[in-house]
């Protein structure tokens, strides 16, 4: 027997003008798991990501979060932010408010948590990240791979179920990279079902249970990490591994 | 004399000629500009006539208890207006902002209103609001013309502003409505925390502008007979066939708007910093 899927996605479909961007994509996500999504820019990985938790509409297809269509009017009004949440490439922080006040805006005013009490879940996601000592400064303030742990912990201060990163090192100097990839593994550690669409193809082979390879809107292959890396079916796959091997960043 | 190479260059900030010689060729020239002007007006025949007219300091000072008196009242309206302006011209602009569906007929409305506002000269709002309304005796309403043409002011003003602000909105990253959806706010929740407080930092030099623009505009406001600085001066002007009164109003006026504009500078200048420093 599988273990029962968190995410189910099915026959997802979606057009931008007359060309699908996503085109009849089936995956499903399990408890725990860590799912990456892998392809060239434009193959569709980051317009799925932003399906899965409402941000962008489809045309066609169902995407489930535990047997419940995330279109449901149950899901509305934030509850399906709160048990979905995604970090950005640009980390998206809003810049007029101070770190701590990024992180308890959503549980204060979305969820109607006391303050008191979204400040002491911010200040323990800040003291997990090392940045407890930046809380009462501006993003702006703070280094690209500062921004991208307040982002985090923003994200992660509904206490999620899922959590979809989008390219979430891909605009960070080279230096800045491994923080917060020390964090993922960390909140892998911890169980957390992740989706993530990443560049970094050593750290996806690394993290990932399973990685679909996706271009022009479908999945053409998908497997274990090791599998896939090593010895890719599909010829396309294959293509695009090559090039990523070649380009030194295997 | 061979100094050593390594030195650094002499300071020279603290030189007595570095700091004098610019200033004194800025002062000479300064000097004889506007002094062969001063000579060239002064040389005319009509000279004495206008100085008699427009430069009596006599009439000046009967004029200018009057003039002063209605100059507060031109700055009460530039006040009240202001307030107003700012407020009704962010309704507008929240309205254009809103995204859902649901607000579409509004914001037409809005597009509609911005555009006739803009259009007519806004004189002719001062004066079709100031003469016309009255006329109506609308029940419950204040007839009185200096209301009706603030209303005129604040309206088309409104129209103005909101496009700014508009402009502000337009300038925040799509990323942080993205942002904001993702963690579940509303629209209106987006505005209010995190796409307003950017789009108004933003846009704070060009209302700068406005503000300073609208501190003279209310003059428009005296051809409703409403008794600001200018109608004050015209009074006087119209009962010694003497000019002066008008030039005590446009001191005033200057007195008022020179620190405006400086701040207005000010505040721009504090924007372009930390822009700079932002983009480092």
Redesign the interface.
């Known amino acids: 027997m599988t273990a029962p899927a968190r995410i189910h996605i099915q026959a997802l479909t979606k057009y931008f003008g007359n060309r699908p961007v996503l085109d009849g994509i089936d995956l499903s996500i399990a408890l725990h798991e860590v799912v990456c999504l892998i392809g060239a820019s434009g193959s569709g990985k980051s317009t799925l990501l932003r399906c899965i938790n409402g941000l962008e509409m489809w045309d066609r297809g169902t995407v489930r979060l535990d047997g419940v269509p995330i279109d449901d009017p149950g899901f509305g009004g934030g509850t399906l932010q709160k048990r979905i949440a995604i970090v950005f490439q640009s980390f998206n922080l809003f810049p007029t408010m101070t770190v701590r006040d990024n992180i308890t805006l959503a549980p204060c005013k979305v969820h109607g948590k006391a303050r008191a009490e979204a400040e002491k879940t911010a200040h323990h996601l800040l003291t997990r990240f090392g940045m407890a000592a930046f809380a009462a400064r501006y993003p702006e303030q703070l280094s690209g791979g500062q921004q991208q742990r307040v982002a985090i912990a923003r994200a992660l201060a509904t206490d999620p179920d899922v959590l979809l990163l989008d390219e979430v090192t891909a605009a960070l100097d080279p230096e800045l990279v491994g923080e917060v990839l020390s964090i993922i593994r960390d909140l892998k550690a911890r169980g957390l079902t992740m989706v993530i669409v990443t560049h970094e193809m050593g750290f996806a082979r690394d993290i990932a249970d399973r990685v679909a390879f996706l271009e022009g809107g479908r999945i053409l292959e998908e497997g274990a990490p090791d599998r896939m890396f090593l010895a890719p079916h599909n010829a396309r796959t294959r293509r695009f591994l090559q090039r990523i091997i070649d380009a030194g960043r295997l | 004399m061979i100094r050593d190479a390594t030195a650094p260059p002499r300071d020279r900030s603290g030189d007595w000629r570095t700091v004098l010689f610019p200033a004194l060729i800025s002062l000479v020239s300064i000097i004889a500009v506007f002094g062969a002007l001063a000579w060239w007006v002064t040389s005319s025949p009509q000279w004495p006539r206008v100085q008699a007219q427009f430069f009596s300091l006599g009439d000046m000072r009967a004029a200018f208890p009057r003039v002063l008196e209605g100059f507060w009242v031109s700055m009460q309206v530039w006040l009240t207006a202001l307030v107003c302006i700012g407020l009704w011209a962010l309704v507008l602009a929240v309205v254009r902002a809103l995204r859902a569906p649901l607000f579409a007929p509004l914001r037409l409305l809005v597009v509609i209103y911005i555009d006739i506002f803009r259009g007519v000269p806004v004189l002719l709002m001062v004066l079709l609001f100031g003469f016309g309304i009255p006329a109506l005796n609308l029940p419950g309403l204040p007839n009185a013309a200096l209301f009706w043409g603030g209303v005129a002011m604040v309206l088309t003003y409104a129209a103005y502003v909101a496009e700014i602000y508009r402009s502000g909105i337009d300038s925040v990253?799509e990323?942080?409505w993205?942002?904001a959806?993702?963690?579940?706010?509303t629209e209106w929740?987006t505005l209010r925390?995190?796409i307003l407080?950017?789009a108004l930092?933003n846009v704070l030099p060009a209302l700068m502008n406005i503000v300073v623009a609208l501190q003279k505009d209310v003059a428009l406001l005296s051809v409703l007979g409403v008794r600001d600085a200018v109608r004050e001066a015209q009074i006087y002007t119209a009962t010694t066939f003497n000019y002066s009164s008008l030039l005590v109003a446009a001191g005033l006026f200057l007195l008022a708007t020179i620190p405006m504009a400086r701040l207005a500078d000010w505040v721009a200048r504090r924007d372009r910093v930390r822009r700079l420093?932002?983009t480092q």
Request: hydrophobic share 20%; no cysteine; aromatic share 6%.
């Open positions: 990253h990323g942080q993205a942002a959806k993702s963690l579940g706010l929740q925390y995190s407080p950017q930092r420093q932002r």
